[in-house]
């Protein structure tokens, strides 16, 4: 089963860094747009950043400058560095990747979610 693993999230105080990972595994054929989304409680999910097979990168107006997205096409593995860290950055960051997988019906592209990773930003 293709799966989509997010690893780094945690506590941190506000000003600080943190990484995040996030690995896709499974009968991928290939990978085109990644990205990372988060969503506060009480609030809906928001993107953060997406990044295409070809590094070409976006972000949403509040992460300018302080967040920076990568990926290695090598690993299936995009990442987020977190710099500048404030309390309203606290929520579940969600991988995203639109994925070609194989299948026994041949090959099918589709959007994966990986299961999140809490970041807490407080003193």
């Known amino acids: 089963q293709v799966q989509l693993v997010e690893s780094g999230g945690g506590l941190v105080q506000p000003g600080g860094s943190l990484r995040l990972s996030c690995a896709a595994s499974?009968?991928?054929?290939?990978?085109?747009?990644m990205g990372w989304y988060r969503q506060a409680p009480g609030k809906q999910r928001e993107l953060v950043a997406t990044?295409?097979?070809?590094?070409?990168?976006n972000y949403a107006d509040s992460m300018k400058g302080r967040f920076t997205i990568s990926r290695d096409n090598a690993k299936n593995t995009v990442y987020l560095q977190m710099d500048s860290l404030r309390p309203e950055d606290t929520a579940v960051y969600y991988c995203?990747?639109?994925?070609?997988?194989?299948?026994?019906?041949?090959?099918?592209?589709?959007?994966?979610w990986g299961q999140g990773t809490q970041v807490t930003v407080s003193s």
């Open positions: 995203n990747a639109n994925l070609l997988i194989f299948t026994s019906y041949g090959r099918l592209r589709d959007d994966y």
């Open positions: 990044i295409t097979f070809g590094g070409s990168t």
């Open positions: 499974g009968s991928i054929d290939s990978i085109s747009t």
